[in-house]
């Protein structure tokens, strides 16, 4: 079992629509941070929380500690949001991340 | 500014031969990470550098895998004697400083192909 898992696998969302990825690990962490890879491959850093809420433009991560969960919510989506999203748990000790196997988000116009 | 660089961007090599993989982070940067991006799998944690401190290799998935840095900066990630399930994608990543909340910069990688 991987330490931290993703649902869904594959997601395809209608232009506009409200979209929710999840998250759940199962080991401690001392921080969860969203990630963001483009068809090209480039990877860019969209969160990074230990507790609560972010908000950032159309994209709100939240996380409950308590339950081993967060989400990755998109407001108002639009085509350019495809991509596939990662979410990576940082270990409270030491350096390693756990990830997840992403999410695969495609929004059609 | 520059971000993340890595160099070659894509590798094919044959079985058993030793390849390096370099990556130049953010100038100022103090932590730097490898990982790898296999084929249909997740993102896997190789090691983290920070400043003059010894890396934290826990992530090396064997003893064929090494890396250097040389003068807080440029990163070398080095496979020897290279096996097929070693294609993948390697990533490189930096922070300002180190702490679990800090941003990494992701570079672009390298594709190796080993035949």
């Known amino acids: 079992k991987n330490e931290v898992e993703q649902s869904p696998q594959n997601l395809t969302a209608q232009e506009g629509e409200f979209i929710t990825i999840n998250c759940s690990y199962s080991?401690?962490?001392?921080?969860l941070h969203w990630l963001q890879q483009h068809p090209g491959g480039g990877i860019v850093s969209l969160f990074m929380?230990?507790?609560g809420k972010k908000k950032h433009g159309r994209l709100i991560a939240t996380i409950n500690i308590q339950e081993k969960h967060s989400s990755l919510h998109i407001t108002a989506s639009h085509p350019r949001d495809s991509a596939v999203y990662i979410c990576?748990?940082?270990?409270?000790?030491?350096?390693?991340?756990?990830f997840g196997t992403g999410t695969s988000l495609t929004v059609i116009p | 500014g520059a971000g993340v660089s890595q160099s070659p961007s894509n590798k094919v090599t044959e079985k058993g031969k030793d390849v390096e993989l370099r990556c130049d982070p953010i100038?100022?940067?103090?932590?730097l990470y490898w990982y790898r991006q296999s084929l249909g799998q997740g993102l896997e944690f190789l090691i983290y550098?920070?400043?003059?401190?010894?890396?934290?290799k826990s992530g090396l998935p064997s003893d064929r895998f090494s890396a250097e840095r040389t003068g807080g900066s440029v990163s070398t990630l080095t496979i020897q004697r290279t096996q097929q399930e070693d294609s993948a994608v390697y990533l490189c990543?930096?922070?300002?400083?180190?702490?679990?909340?800090?941003?990494?910069?992701f570079g672009p990688g390298t594709r190796l192909l080993v035949l």
């Open positions: 080991v401690g962490i001392s921080a």
């Open positions: 929380l230990s507790s």
């Open positions: 100038s100022g940067h103090t932590a």
């Open positions: 990576a748990a940082k270990g409270l000790t030491g350096n390693q991340f756990y």
């Open positions: 990543a930096s922070s300002p400083q180190t702490g679990a909340l800090k941003t990494q910069y």
């Open positions: 550098f920070q400043g003059n401190s010894a890396p934290d």
